[in-house]
C-alpha cells in the first residue's frame, strides 16, 4: 500500500494488508481504512498506528463489485460471489458491515446483479446516501439511501 502526501509530492510505502483484496474495494470508518473482496477477509488499516488488523469475514468471498461508507458502516454490492456449491455467480445483494458490532448484515438488494462498478459516498440536496456508477451504458447510476 501507498501513501501520497501533496505537500511534498512524495510517495511513502506502507504496510501491506494481511490478505489479498485484488479487485476488492473498501472505505474510510472513523479514521481507519476498512478493505475488502478479493477474498473472504476484511482488513482495516490504522493510519495512527501504522498497522493491519482483520475483522469479521464476509459471508461468501466476494469480487469486482462496488462499496462505500456510510453512517459508520461499510456497504458491499453486486460483484462476483462464490457460493456454498462450488460456483460462482454476479449478484445484486447489498451486505453492510458494522464495526461497533463486528457483524455483517444483508440489507436490501441492488436491481440487477453486476460487476465493475464504483461505489460512493455523496450529499445530495443535504442528505447522504451512495451512488454506484458505471456499466455498459449511460444512465446506469442509483442512489441507496439506508
Do not use: C
Amino acid at each position: 500500500m501507498y501513501r501520497y502526501d501533496p505537500a511534498t509530492d512524495q510517495w511513502a510505502v506502507l504496510p501491506a494488508p494481511p490478505h489479498f483484496h485484488g479487485w476488492g474495494y473498501g472505505g474510510v470508518i472513523g479514521g481507519k481504512f476498512y478493505v475488502t473482496g478479493g477474498s473472504d477477509a476484511l482488513d482495516v488499516y490504522d493510519p495512527a498506528t501504522n498497522t493491519w488488523s482483520s475483522r469479521a469475514s464476509l459471508p461468501r468471498r466476494r469480487w469486482l463489485g462496488a462499496a462505500a461508507a456510510l453512517g459508520g458502516k461499510l456497504y458491499v454490492a453486486g460483484g462476483f460471489q462464490d457460493d456454498p456449491d462450488g460456483t460462482t455467480k454476479i449478484v445484486r445483494s447489498t451486505i453492510v458491515y458494522d464495526p461497533a458490532t463486528d457483524t455483517w448484515t444483508s440489507r436490501a438488494p441492488y436491481p440487477t446483479p453486476f460487476i465493475n462498478r464504483a461505489g460512493s459516498r455523496v450529499v445530495f440536496e443535504g442528505q447522504p446516501r451512495i451512488e454506484v456508477v458505471g456499466g455498459a451504458k449511460p444512465g446506469n447510476n442509483l442512489a441507496y439511501i439506508p
